[in-house]
């Protein structure tokens, strides 16, 4: 986990035996991940209709896999959880904001708080 983080790692004698244990491993994990990234943000972009297409593709194919109902509960929770976060993401997108995405994960909250 420490080796997708962006901040510095201090250890210490504090520090938890498992971090003491991997943190000469830590740099060369961090590279790997930074080099993933980068990585992708050279591949080309794709297109809307291409990721609806493909993900349309995985959920007939994993049609059977798939609990709809646990995975909506996922999101939500994590939505409602992280929703000032999401809000304010949404609000400084402009495609969001031509969508109103923002107005409408607000109301989804409050549906489904309702609902509880």
Known sequence: MDSCSTSEHRLGKDSPSNKLLYAKDIPNYKSWVERYYADISRLPA????????????QARLHST?????????????????YSEEITAALDQD???????????????ISAMSLES
Request: no cysteine; glycine share 0%.
């Open 94 to 108: 402009e495609q969001a904001r031509k969508q109103r995405l923002a107005y409408k994960v607000e109301q989804l």
């Open 65 to 81: 896999e798939f609990n709809m109902l646990s995975a909506l509960n996922e999101i939500y929770s994590y939505v409602s959880k």
């Open 46 to 57: 794709i297109s809307d209709q291409d990721m609806n297409a493909y993900l349309a593709e």
